[in-house]
């Protein structure tokens, strides 16, 4: 199984200012036959299912804000959120659909400072 | 817009069965499978497994295999999971999933709590 390993567990931003999450895949989750890279970043929010946000490690689903962007490739992945919003606070997940079973991080609480 | 709604809370005894019902709509029901994902109280998403609504075909998480069966039914455009002999840490929400032809999970249902109590 592909260990999906995120970090910081949580963290505590300022309104306006930048997020950063990283995620780091046991393998590579790059498929070399069309040279992307099978890892989704989802947003849950309280109470709520998760949302997808980003696939293919770096594009937006269409109606998520551009705050929102993901780099990286072959184990390391990165989700930033550029201006931090109040509706941010959530729970972020990277997840690899590279092989089976999929694996989810663990998760990185996103609060206000 | 394709929308997944399941069905109501749980509570079960140890050793019993569950089975959690997640009726699509806004798509064409055999065009995508089903995947199920849990979460137990304060923790992560698990991957349960999936299911092609189109042929039936079905692939679940190792750890669950014996105990978890995924049907549906396509008149109905309803997909169903069954998880048997439920113990403490079976307690969690589950979640029924759209799963694209990528592979991702774009439309989740709004989760079941299922809660596991003697």
């Known amino acids: 199984d592909i260990v999906m390993t995120q970090s910081p567990d949580s963290l505590a931003v300022s309104l306006g200012e930048r997020a950063t999450i990283n995620c780091k895949s046991s393998?590579?989750?790059?498929?070399?036959?069309?040279?992307?890279?099978?890892l989704a970043w989802y947003q849950q929010r309280p109470g709520q299912p998760p949302k997808l946000l980003i696939y293919w490690a770096s594009t937006r689903k269409s109606g998520v804000p551009d705050r929102f962007s993901g780099s990286g490739s072959g184990t390391d992945f990165t989700l930033t959120i550029s201006s931090l919003q109040a509706e941010d606070v959530a729970v972020y997940y990277c997840q690899q659909y590279y092989s089976t079973p999929r694996t989810f991080g663990q998760g990185t609480k996103v609060e206000i400072k | 817009q394709a929308q997944l709604v399941q069905s109501g809370t749980e509570v079960k005894k140890p050793g019993a069965s569950v089975k959690i019902s997640c009726k699509a709509s806004?798509?064409?029901?055999?065009?995508?499978?089903i995947s199920w994902v849990r979460q137990a109280p304060g923790q992560g998403l698990e991957w349960m497994g999936w299911i092609s609504p189109y042929n039936g075909k079905t692939n679940y998480a190792q750890r669950l295999q014996g105990r978890v069966t995924m049907t549906t039914d396509t008149s109905t455009s309803t997909a169903y999971m069954e998880l048997r002999s439920l113990g403490s840490d079976d307690t969690a929400v589950y979640y029924c999933?759209?799963?694209?032809?990528?592979?991702?999970?774009?439309?989740w249902g709004q989760g079941t709590l299922v809660t596991v109590s003697s």
């Open positions: 999933a759209r799963v694209d032809n990528s592979g991702l999970l774009d439309y």
């Open positions: 806004g798509y064409t029901f055999t065009s995508y499978d």
């Open positions: 393998q590579s989750v790059l498929y070399s036959s069309n040279n992307k890279n099978n």
